[in-house]
């Protein structure tokens, strides 16, 4: 058994990019784990790789800043919404929403959903200058500090922080604000991954460069098109903007990550339909070789390219002669034009696409053709419509979003860029367009896709916008009213009209439900960098936590440790203390925990057939330091029955 007592640093979100790095190139490192460039690049130029001295990128002011804000701790914690969650139709749900601002929370997420997401569909700030967009943080540096942690001058920090701090709506505050949150949203994506960002003029240009810095230049898929259907008149329009875009982008380049949607009539087309004779194309010509008995095919390269102007078959083709013994009969390209012809694919595709063919046979003659698809890709042009009719149906004839986007549009993103299976992340989620588009279509094709929504808690104008306004607090009785609370309250009215729209469908497998988390701040004087429990006993004092205090710690830690935010929890009876174990972490959080309470422990180990830890998490604020040594000094020399190597962790 290999058990370690550890400490862990900050939360935050993962740097596999680094992570990489050190297995590939460990005498890149120093002792202190900082990065050595020189040592990397004389490294690769062993192996004949040259650096370019020129190259095209993109920069701005606060570029710097955002790679920090990119991979710094988070401030928060998770907290669930117990009451919400624990209703009939979400307690078992594997859809999420989440509160909160969304750099946060795909800070949260990027452990547990690491390469787990599908697509993500995000409509961010258009910054148009009247959509309300202005550059919000509550990080507080220094000029200095500034200077070391993102490696700036001082002049170029003391302009950083003048706009970070100033409710800019820049060009470069837009793009401060965009990178980080793209960068952690790369992450999330699985390798054969998708990302729809929709954006009008005002960004587009800017969008597209910094979506080529983060995803690479070579994944762009394609600028979407949306009719918009709006009209514009007056003295001041030269021009009307009635079209709106989406850009798309692929995690890797060439994964199949988009689906041909668009059903054409499924037809076969002969395999020797080609443009031109064998001679332009030797490497075309080869024999396929049929056996009608098990109906196996095999090409194979045999002619001999110096009489392929004989145009004589029998001259150009050799007969292999322990094929035809076995029954199997050659099938070759034949004449056109008085030409020698050629087979439409490789000997190489041929054999990748071995699947899409069939052989014809008519009086002893037989022929190769091959399925044509029976769907079309999609076109990067569309005409949706906006959400205003739809989402005012759902509460009653009130308008309370403006311009949200169609289920109609979302869905065919969603129906192009995911599977029935997939998890869908929208992390600007606002009137949750996303996850009503995931409700119907499941409810429609009987799938299981899940969603993750994130929204920010923004305060509702009650001059701006009074009807939303009204209606959360008069109608959701909630006293400050936010878009989270209108976000919240589509899904449920969605929820209930698929279920009313399908009276006469079993729904009894389709998730309506969802779960609510949301971040809340990390206590006053409390921080993830103690390095043994001493030091931290003057500076936080942990008596004032409350239960809810240590619920939100436990969930910020599994999600941390990869556990998703929907796994289930099992309370651990150990002779009177409980424990909470999830996917085979075991978490020691509260007070009280004893020598006997280890013993059972122990024993549970060894007898319970389903309770198998290989991480054992106990809250450090809450033992004595004798006690955490007897807990590591025990597990490390017990040797279990199921001879599980455990893992001892301390946490402050």
Aim: net charge negative; aromatic share 12%.
């Amino acid at each position: 058994m290999n058990i370690e007592q550890k400490v862990t640093g900050n939360i935050q979100p993962p740097n596999k990019d680094l992570e990489i790095l050190k297995q590939n190139f460990p005498n890149c490192f120093d002792k202190k784990g900082e990065f050595d460039f020189e040592k990397f690049k004389i490294q690769l130029s062993k192996n004949e790789i040259n650096f370019s001295k020129e190259s095209y990128g993109m920069d701005w002011l606060g570029k710097s800043y955002a790679r920090l804000l990119a991979t710094d701790e988070t401030t928060t914690l998770l907290k669930e919404d117990e009451t919400f969650n624990q209703k009939k139709e979400n307690s078992n749900s594997e859809n999420l929403l989440i509160k909160g601002d969304n750099l946060e929370v795909l800070k949260h997420l990027s452990n547990a959903y690491y390469e787990k997401v599908k697509m993500i569909y995000i409509d961010p700030p258009y910054n148009t200058g009247s959509d309300g967009f202005v550059y919000a943080d509550d990080r507080k540096f220094t000029v200095e500090e500034l200077q070391e942690l993102a490696g700036v001058n001082e002049e170029r920090a003391k302009r950083i922080l003048d706009f970070t701090q100033s409710k800019s709506n820049s060009h470069s505050a837009w793009l401060t604000f965009m990178y980080p949150r793209l960068y952690i949203a790369k992450q999330l994506l699985k390798e054969d991954g998708v990302i729809f960002v929709s954006i009008d003029d005002n960004e587009v240009a800017q969008l597209r460069l910094l979506m080529d810095e983060v995803f690479g230049e070579e994944n762009f898929l394609a600028q979407l098109n949306i009719i918009t259907g709006a009209n514009q008149s007056g003295d001041g329009v030269k021009i009307q903007k009635n079209i709106e875009y989406c850009l798309v982008y692929s995690k890797y380049t060439n994964s199949k990550c988009i689906t041909r949607v668009d059903k054409v009539k499924e037809s076969y087309r002969d395999l020797t339909d080609a443009p031109t004779p064998l001679e332009t194309r030797e490497d075309m010509g080869y024999t396929i070789y049929y056996s009608p008995k098990t109906k196996d095919l095999i090409p194979i390269h045999d002619y001999d390219k110096s009489k392929i102007a004989s145009n004589d078959t029998e001259q150009v083709y050799a007969n292999d002669i322990d094929l035809l013994k076995k029954g199997y009969l050659p099938i070759r390209p034949g004449f056109k034009n008085n030409k020698l012809h050629r087979w439409r694919w490789g000997i190489e595709t041929f054999k990748d696409r071995i699947d899409e063919i069939v052989v014809f046979e008519n009086d002893g003659t037989f022929s190769v053709k091959f399925k044509q698809k029976g769907l079309n890709p999609p076109k990067n042009y569309h005409s949706f419509g906006v959400g205003t009719t739809e989402i005012k149906k759902l509460f009653d004839e009130i308008q309370v979003f403006d311009y949200p986007k169609g289920t109609k549009y979302i869905k065919y993103l969603i129906s192009i860029g995911s599977s029935k299976e997939d998890i869908i992340l929208d992390f600007f989620a606002g009137s949750g367009t996303t996850g009503d588009s995931v409700l119907q279509l499941n409810a429609k094709d009987g799938g299981q896709r899940k969603f993750i929504l994130a929204q920010l808690p923004e305060l509702i104008d009650q001059k701006s916008n009074k009807t939303a306004y009204d209606f959360v607090k008069n109608e959701l009785k909630i006293e400050t009213p936010t878009i989270f609370d209108i976000t919240k309250e589509r899904l449920i009215r969605a929820s209930k009209k698929i279920q009313e729209d399908n009276k006469d469908k079993d729904l009894s497998n389709q998730d309506l439900g969802f779960k609510v988390f949301e971040t809340m701040p990390i206590w006053e004087d409390y921080n993830f960098d103690s390095e043994e429990l001493e030091k931290q006993t003057s500076l936080f004092d942990e008596s004032k936590l409350t239960q809810e205090d240590i619920k939100a710690l436990l969930i910020t830690w599994k999600t941390y440790d990869g556990v998703a935010l929907t796994a289930s929890t099992q309370e651990i009876n150990l002779n009177g203390y409980t424990a909470h174990y999830s996917s085979e972490k075991l978490y020691l959080m509260d007070k009280g925990f004893t020598t006997k309470n280890l013993k059972t422990l122990l024993e549970k180990i060894d007898s319970d057939k389903i309770f198998n830890p290989t991480t054992i998490i106990a809250f450090g604020y809450h033992f004595e330091s004798k006690s955490l040594r007897e807990i590591s000094e025990n597990i490390k020399s017990y040797a279990n029955k199921k001879s599980i190597d455990i893992d001892f962790i301390t946490r402050y």
